[in-house]
């Protein structure tokens, strides 16, 4: 079993940054897959951002038109950590987000994803 904790969230200004964690812990794959959705009320899960990853490099990140160029996603092997930068926030992008992981490469479908944390808001006031 993978457990995932996201941390980060919270209230800020339209034009402002955040920084969204997300720290596994269990069991490990050779290559895997780390990817961010969102949530907004009324409204299906959305892809934010993805990333696939083995242990000593990045292989690919992908990320939804809404917030490429704007959003960022990392990885810290050393914490087992994931990270989400995402700058010049807009209303719009306020929602929960959830981190999810899948063994082997990333994918945009929400299904595809067997592991989730519990979510963390965020909200960007206008």
């Known amino acids: 079993q993978v457990q995932l904790v996201e941390s980060g969230g919270g209230l800020v200004q339209a034009g402002g940054s955040l920084r969204l964690s997300c720290t596994t812990s269990?069991?490990?794959?050779?290559?895997?897959?780390m990817a961010w959705f969102r949530q907004a009320p009324g409204k299906e899960r959305e892809f934010v951002a993805a990333?696939?990853?083995?242990?000593?490099?990045?292989?690919?990140?992908g990320y939804a038109d809404s917030v490429k160029d704007r959003f960022t996603i990392s990885r810290d092997n050393t914490k087992n950590t994931v990270y989400l930068q995402m700058n010049s926030l807009k209303p719009e992008d306020t929602a929960v987000y959830y981190c999810a992981l899948r063994p082997g490469t990333w994918s945009r479908g929400p299904r595809d994803y067997g592991y989730w944390g519990q979510g963390t808001q965020v909200t960007v006031a206008s």
């Open positions: 269990g069991r490990t794959y050779i290559t895997y897959a």
């Open positions: 990333g696939s990853f083995r242990a000593w490099d990045t292989l690919g990140t």
